[in-house]
């Protein structure tokens, strides 16, 4: 059968898990909210996985099928 045949249970249409994780660092001199108010918005964020807050930078990761780093950036500043 062709490359894309999709039913003769070869596998080559086996749907896969891709994890679409993107690492965003912001520096808190960027921002000018305390830690609390960043972990505050960056727990409202849907898109936003888990993240980070470093002594001098916020790492943050996300899906960036639903958010860009700029967004996430125009929120916390």
């Known amino acids: ?14 749907k896969q898990v891709v994890d679409y994780m993107v690492q965003y660092k912001l520096n808190y001199s960027e921002t000018k909210l305390s830690r609390d108010e960043l972990e505050k918005k960056l727990l409202s964020i849907d898109a936003v996985d888990q993240f980070e807050l470093a002594k001098e930078q916020l790492v943050i990761y996300f899906d960036d099928k639903l958010i860009s780093p700029e967004e996430i950036k125009n929120i916390l500043i």
């Open 1 to 14: 059968m062709g490359k894309c045949c999709g039913n003769c249970s070869c596998g080559h249409n086996d």
